[in-house]
Nanobody, 118 residues
Framework: QVQLVESGGGLVQAGGSLRLSCTTS????????MGWYRQAPGNERELVAL????????HYADSVKGRFTISRDIRNPTVYLQMTNLKPEDTAVYYC???????????WGQGTQVTVSS
């Protein structure tokens, strides 16, 4: 089992910034990767950003490249999503995701709401 606890969502004006945090109950090096997904009303859940356990390999959705940065802190252990120049279309529930190195399961956080007003 992997427990994920998210925080940092909220309401912000367009052009503003937010930082999301996801703290895991597991040592990050037991995880293949961690990441953030989001789901807006009426839409499917979509990938936002991923980072592997080493922290060297990162992947971003085209829609957030240059504005969002994913990072991780081994000691806590926590994965962050720094979001800048936010746009109304970034409004969604953001979910933390973790994939362990072994097994087929993936784990999800409870979600945190991000609302960007125009």
């Amino acid at each position: 089992q992997v427990q994920l606890v998210e925080s940092g969502g909220g309401l912000v004006q367009a052009g503003g910034s937010l930082r999301l945090s996801c703290t895991t109950s597991r040592n990050i090096f037991t995880l293949l990767r961690m990441g953030w997904y989001r789901q807006a009303p009426g839409n499917e859940r979509e990938l936002v950003a991923l980072v592997d356990a080493s922290g060297r390999n990162k992947h971003y959705a085209d829609s957030v490249k240059g504005r969002f940065t994913i990072s991780r802190d081994i000691r806590n252990p926590t994965v962050y999503l720094q979001m800048t120049n936010l746009k109304p279309e970034d409004t969604a529930v953001y979910y933390c995701n973790a994939k362990p190195r072994t097994g087929d399961s993936e784990y999800w956080g409870q979600g945190t709401q991000v609302t960007v007003s125009s």
